[in-house]
């Protein structure tokens, strides 16, 4: 019987290589008896920006799946080969259309990211970076709208992710 661990957590039922059903599981990994190919399924990097103007925080309304309608800081996943402070770089391009200057790693937490049927474990790495004077975001990508929110108005119940709901904590508590 298999256990409730990595083949629960990814929903996998076939090998990659081979496609045969005859897989074990493992914490973090899954083998298959009949070719023995070992497929791990590490964390995937994703990256988050706090912008600040004044008190208020940058938002932008969730246009996809998973958290459709909620509140993310701009971001996301970092591709391969592309650095963190490059890829939150090209992200805000992306979903807030206008760049940044100052980016600075903040913090990490871990997470988790359902997307069809199958859970991702990410490590998602949060920035902070400054918007030139002159700069007029506008949503793209997969914000559907940009909305700033005053720190004290923010309303935790309404974000999408545990990890970008950490970092703004941790980031308005060392203010």
Known sequence: MIKDTFLKKTG???????????????????????????????????????????????????????????????????????????????????????????????ASFPNTYLYKDVLYHTLDCFFTASLAEDSVPKAGDDAEEILWVRQEDIDFDQMAFDSAKQAIKLFIAGL
């Open 12 to 106: 996998f039922k076939y090998c990659p290589r081979c496609k045969s059903a005859d897989i074990e599981d493992g914490p973090n990994a899954m083998r298959c008896r009949t070719c023995g190919y070992r497929f791990y399924f590490n964390c995937a990097a994703a990256v988050g920006c706090i912008l600040t103007r004044g008190v208020e925080v940058m938002f932008i309304k969730r246009k996809n799946a998973p958290g459709q309608g909620m509140l993310d800081l701009p971001g996301g996943f970092v591709d391969y080969g592309e650095r963190l402070e490059d890829g939150v770089i090209r992200e805000l391009i992306e979903e807030i259309n206008t760049e940044v200057f100052s980016v600075r790693y903040f």
